[in-house]
T-cell receptor
Framework: GDSVTQMEGPVTLSEEAFLTINCTYT??????LFWYVQYPGEGLQLLLK?????DKGSNKGFEATYRKETTSFHLEKGSVQVSDSAVYFC?????????????FGAGTRLFVKA | DTAVSQTPKYLVTQMGNDKSIKCEQN?????MYWYKQDSKKFLKIMFS???????INETVPNRFSPKSPDKAHLNLHINSLELGDSAVYFC?????????????FGEGSWLTVV
């Protein structure tokens, strides 16, 4: 079945460091790929998404490119801030109008130090 | 206006009690979900409803019973609460087939069973 694997955390960085959180997936068909972010005490919210191969999703300085050849969707940010401290979830969604299923990775906690 | 709202946000109760969590979405979505997040942040889908009909029912004890009176509401009732039910429960919604099925989450209900 479909699955999502993302790097284990926690990831601890200093402010202004470069961030990469790896995410790979297995899926039949052509899923959409997502990164969601969960700030402390809150629900998950969409950070960015890509719906087809070679698409790049971007938001708030974060980027991820849908790589079909490597089945990956790695999250990157050039310069992290303390406010980026959160848990990041990679996810895929596949299906059709008859029904979609979304599968989440295990989450990666990011700590950014001032 | 909150897109997906759930109540209560915090709930502390004794083992053996019965409790309900209510959820409403004002996004006009046709699909609603309940997710359970454990202490390690792992997110697991419990149920999914599409236009008031149950379409996903993962391996969840039958002490958990969802009810959808209309497509904007999906409540979760839990009977005979156990210590292992302590978790954060997230309600969510999506519009199937739109934007790759982006999911919108509520802020969570923190359930503690003592």
């Amino acid at each position: 079945g479909d699955s999502v694997t993302q790097m284990e955390g926690p990831v601890t960085l200093s402010e202004e460091a470069f961030l990469t959180i790896n995410c790979t997936y297995t899926a039949t068909g052509y899923p959409s790929l997502f990164w969601y972010v969960q700030y402390p005490g809150e629900g998950l919210q969409l950070l960015l998404k890509a719906t087809k191969a070679d698409d790049k999703g971007s938001n708030k300085g974060f980027e991820a490119t849908y790589r079909k050849e490597t089945t990956s969707f790695h999250l990157e940010k050039g310069s992290v801030q303390v406010s980026d401290s959160a848990v990041y979830f990679c996810a895929l969604s596949s299906g059709n109008t008859g029904g979609f299923k979304t599968i989440f990775g295990a989450g990666t906690r990011l700590f950014v130090k001032a | 206006d909150t897109a997906v709202s759930q109540t209560p946000k915090y709930l502390v109760t004794q083992m053996g009690n019965d409790k309900s969590i209510k959820c409403e979405q004002n996004l006009g979505h046709d699909t609603m979900y309940w997710y359970k997040q454990d202490s390690k942040k792992f997110l697991k889908i419990m149920f999914s409803y599409n236009n008031k009909e149950l379409i996903i029912n993962e391996t969840v004890p039958n002490r958990f019973s969802p009810k959808s009176p209309d497509k904007a509401h999906l409540n979760l009732h839990i009977n005979s609460l156990e210590l292992g039910d302590s978790a954060v429960y997230f309600c969510a919604s999506s519009e199937v087939g739109v934007s790759g099925n982006t999911i919108y989450f509520g802020e969570g209900s923190w359930l503690t069973v003592v």
